[in-house]
């Protein structure tokens, strides 16, 4: 007897460093995550607030970097996220209207190609554990009714059960890149500066930039089984709005000239057909069929508008929608 105790305490003592690891990965992950990760801390910090607002903007990166909600006058929080499709914002919206009341009015603002792509869904949703366990299972559900390309994906269970359980093979290049603890200041900094916007974030700080956007390079809006999925929640994120009496506005952020100079034909109608689509699924609601364009100089990269350009837009959307 008095051995296998011994060869079980020798088997807890191995598995220690194992363990805390772990527990290190699971309870400080500002230290180590990279830099999107205080955005997606942000927006769940602001969900589980006790403070109600009168607009949500959701979206991807466009939406982070294009509205300023300081610069609204309605009482506005942004919780879009870098890479984020339709999927992940209708979840933010589910959960926001679990612990608040139903805001006035949303905004929804993605880029074309995210409509298309769930380029971010591996690297940034399931890596930083965005989503609760329920709501990744109904995602990876939906995703085999439509044989999506990415929750499809070989060893798909295997890597949602890894990053769900902190496991040290996924998250140990990331704490020692980070030296454990080399990205604490950063994240918090970021963090706070989240919480001063109310989540407006610029990706791109240039004074101006004539770089070439993805869609630049599409002759036709790309049809993917992932753009089934993403679509789907894009519905389900409008119909929920409308069963809380929330205001929808569908918008498109402006490109820069060199970029929207470049787009094809074929994507530019495919994109509007897209738009149509889904005004005439939900005529109650505001959608925006056109892609808008401002000069180069008010871009901060090829996608993102700089902090000038943010202004001028977020002016714009105000005065046009009397937000």
Known sequence: MKKYLIFFAKCIL??????AVIFFTLCFPLCYMDNEYPARLYTHEVIASGKDHDLLILGDSRAMADLMPNEMQEDAVNL????ATAIENYFYL??????????KTCILLFAPFHYSYMDNFWQRTVYFNDLSVKELSEVMDAGRRVRSETTEKDGAGMELLSDRLRLPHVYLPALINARFTGRLQENRALLASYEESAGY??????????????????DKLPETNDALLIRLYLKKTIELCNENGIEVLLLQAPMNRASHEKLQEGFVR???????????????????????????????????LNEKGAKRFTKEIVEKYGL
């Open 80 to 83: 879009a996220t870098g890479g």
């Open 14 to 19: 191995a598995a220690l460093p194992f363990l």
């Open 94 to 103: 589910s959960d926001y209207l679990k612990e608040h009341e139903a805001p």
């Open 201 to 218: 974030a610029p990706f791109g700080t240039a004074d101006g930039s004539d770089d070439l956007n993805y869609e630049a390079n599409y």
């Open 270 to 304: 495919d994109y509007a057909l897209l738009m149509q689509s889904v005004s005439d699924l939900y005529p109650m609601i505001t959608v925006e069929k056109e892609i808008p364009s401002y000069e180069n100089a008010l871009f901060g990269d090829s996608s993102h």
